[in-house]
């Protein structure tokens, strides 16, 4: 029987968390079923290709300068569509979805989508192009409900919309003693230490000048502690401004951009996230498999993940001030913090495992395609 050839179709491969998602779930996909194949389009963004080559994938750049440029290519992914046979396209955030419903008016070749942020924090152009295009396609999909919800009210589709929750290698993500003793030798962090750490890009979207705020008021209190921001993006210059500022920079630890999350979690005590909006977020999801205690805003989807003091502590969008005293509780508490640990890891083995989330995308593209 002939495989079903997959195209994902995705503006970068960086380590961004829907690009993350990509290598991770073709970990686990039926490859003796599928073939899966992948273009991207800015080749300075490519932290991801060699994880999916090693896996399988067969990875190509159309190189792109800016999304205008990007939308130029679609006769490019229609010869490429054509070359190999291509059964189905499956396209990832919105310039990307752009294009892969131009292909799908051109070639008749289903295409699927996978929104993972929310309609009403994207740009007035996107959301104009979104309400135009977006009937043009097979079906999407919303990370979270709270993303899914978002399309129904802001689009109000014709096409089917339903929500496939992003999902974690559990059997991966698993504390690593060793790989946290290394971390910690590495940059000259005690081994007792409390560690607050968040691994993101630098975006408007993290807002970590709030994150920054909040560890303020936790050095303050407790000077003992230290912070792990781990990677880069466009806001990296004035997170390194308002380090530099706050006079935290024997306190916080920018390492840049890492492709080895694993150690960086394992070194992590307390996961701090102080994002102003989310779809379901790939870190988040990681961090709690590695046993983190998680404090977090209640931006979009995670508050379909963390139980509010169950599994996690939450605080208002902006709220640095209470993310500051609830980082503090478990400082102040190994015990509790230790309670919280267990369950984040307890919460996403239950209820986000990525064997969930592959399965539910197989029969998908199997009642798209039949071979």
């Given at each position: 029987m002939d495989k079903i050839k997959i195209l994902h179709i995705i503006k970068s491969l960086g380590r961004g968390g829907a690009e993350v998602l990509l290598p991770e779930t073709l970990k686990l996909h039926n490859q003796s079923q599928f073939e899966f194949h992948y273009i991207y389009f800015l080749p300075w963004k490519n932290q991801m290709v060699e994880a999916i080559e090693k896996t399988g994938g067969k990875v190509t750049c159309l190189k792109a300068s800016n999304n205008l440029s990007l939308l130029g290519k679609s006769s490019d992914v229609i010869n490429y569509c054509r070359k190999y046979k291509i059964d189905l396209i499956h396209c990832h955030l919105p310039w990307s979805g752009f294009l892969g419903r131009i292909v799908a008016k051109r070639t008749n070749i289903p295409v699927i989508y996978t929104e993972h942020n929310i309609q009403e924090h994207y740009h007035i152009a996107t959301k104009t192009l979104n309400k135009f295009s977006f009937n043009f396609q097979a079906l999407a999909l919303g990370v979270s409900e709270d993303a899914t919800q978002s399309i129904i009210n802001n689009i109000k589709p014709k096409i089917p919309v339903r929500t496939v929750l992003n999902g974690v290698n559990t059997d991966f993500f698993i504390k690593n003693h060793n790989e946290r003793v290394k971390i910690r030798h590495k940059h000259n962090i005690p081994d007792d230490a409390c560690v607050i750490g968040n691994i993101a890009v630098f975006r408007e979207?993290?807002?970590?000048?709030?994150?920054?705020?909040?560890?303020?008021?936790?050095?303050?209190?407790?000077?003992?502690?230290?912070?792990?921001?781990?990677?880069?993006?466009?806001?990296?210059?004035?997170?390194?401004?308002?380090?530099?500022?706050?006079?935290?920079?024997?306190?916080?630890?920018?390492?840049?951009?890492?492709?080895?999350?694993?150690?960086?979690?394992?070194?992590?005590?307390?996961?701090?996230?102080?994002?102003?909006?989310?779809?379901?977020?790939?870190a988040l999801l990681e961090a709690m498999s590695m046993e983190c205690a998680v404090v977090s805003t209640k931006a979009g989807g995670v508050?379909?993940?963390?139980?509010?003091?169950?599994?996690?502590?939450?605080?208002?969008?902006?709220?640095?001030?209470?993310?500051?005293?609830?980082?503090?509780?478990?400082?102040?508490?190994?015990?509790?913090?230790?309670?919280?640990?267990?369950?984040?890891?307890?919460?996403?083995?239950?209820n986000f495992s990525l064997k969930r989330m592959v399965d539910e995308l197989e029969d998908i593209y199997n009642s798209f395609v039949k071979k």
């Open positions: 979207q993290k807002a970590i000048p709030v994150w920054l705020k909040a560890f303020k008021k936790i050095n303050k209190k407790h000077p003992e502690v230290y912070g792990l921001l781990v990677g880069a993006g466009p806001k990296e210059d004035e997170v390194k401004a308002l380090v530099k500022e706050y006079n935290l920079s024997d306190k916080i630890i920018l390492p840049g951009l890492q492709t080895d999350t694993l150690a960086y979690f394992s070194a992590i005590d307390i996961f701090m996230m102080s994002s102003a909006f989310e779809g379901l977020p790939i508050v379909e993940v963390v139980e509010n003091e169950i599994s996690g502590l939450l605080c208002e969008v902006g709220n640095y001030g209470c993310l500051a005293a609830k980082a503090s509780e478990l400082i102040e508490d190994p015990e509790k913090r230790k309670d919280y640990q267990i369950a984040a890891r307890k919460r996403v083995v239950n």
